[in-house]
């Protein structure tokens, strides 16, 4: 394995992810925000958790590039169609399994379940994020399916 090669296409990969994510809810397709998912479960201050939550998205995308090179490397080859069929299932895992546990996870989330007249909370993503917009799901997709695409294309095997 190169360990260089990882790290600087893994990095890359996380960079694109994260900017098509970003794009997506700048341009109102999306209402989801990964790095703030995330930053709310550490702080509950708003400019903060956006700040830490993108250090740990980056973070998390860079480790999860890991799989996708054990995968190459059990294939022995790399390819971005290689790397997007991963990014593809790494998505429907993300929107059928993680969405819906990450009420549980979450300090600040409202579970599905729960009465809208609580303590501020952050809406439940609900299963393939549909509560954060119709478009969501196809956003996630296509955010993976590039960060898969982008680390087959550029990580050599051997």
Known sequence: MSWADWALWGFVATVVLTITMAGAQGLGLTRMSVPYLL?????????????????????????????????????????WWRGAAIGAVHAAFVLTAVMTLLPAMHPRMAREEEAPDRAPTLEPAGFLALNYGARTPAFVLLAHLLFGAVLGAFYRVG
Request: glycine share 14%; no cysteine.
């Open 39 to 79: 930053g709310t479960m550490i702080t509950t201050e708003r400019d903060r958790a956006h700040l830490v939550g993108m250090g740990a998205h980056l973070v998390n995308g860079w480790l999860f590039s890991l799989i996708y090179v054990a995968a190459f490397h059990a294939w022995g080859a790399s390819g």
